[in-house]
Nanobody, 128 residues
Framework: QEHVAESGGGLVQPGGSLTLSCKAS????????IGWHRQVPGQEREGVAC????????YYRDSVKGRFNISRDNAENTVYLQMNSLKPEDTAVYYC?????????????????????WGQGTPVTVSP
């Protein structure tokens, strides 16, 4: 059974850093485009960063460009999201997701319809 599990969330002060991990099991990372979504309760889910399994293309949400970095470790079958210069508006539950579509679509609007694997989420709170 295909499964992903997130870890690494927590409380951090504005300007701080966190690294989220997404461990895949039941499949290898090269099967899917893998990315990170986030959601604030009562708001729509949004794509943050998505990485192609085909050509290495990466899509970042405008608000995180230059601050977040998504990377894959195929040997560990794990995807990471390095988050720097965190802001209070980055506060959300972060979900690891996988799909057969490209990163622009996996991180685009209404992308939940494309999901083939997703995790339970890890909360990130950015607060003084």
């Amino acid at each position: 059974q295909e499964h992903v599990a997130e870890s690494g969330g927590g409380l951090v002060q504005p300007g701080g850093s966190l690294t989220l991990s997404c461990k895949a099991s039941g499949f290898t990372l090269d099967r899917y485009t893998i990315g990170w979504h986030r959601q604030v309760p009562g708001q729509e889910r949004e794509g943050v960063a998505c990485s192609s399994n085909i050509d290495g293309t990466i899509y970042y949400r405008d608000s995180v460009k230059g601050r977040f970095n998504i990377s894959r470790d195929n040997a560990e079958n794990t995807v990471y999201l390095q988050m720097n210069s965190l802001k209070p508006e980055d506060t959300a539950v972060y979900y690891c997701v996988g799909s057969g579509v490209g990163p622009k679509y996996l991180c685009g609007s209404n992308s939940e319809r494309f999901l083939q694997v997703w995790g339970q989420g890890t909360p990130v709170t950015v607060s003084p």
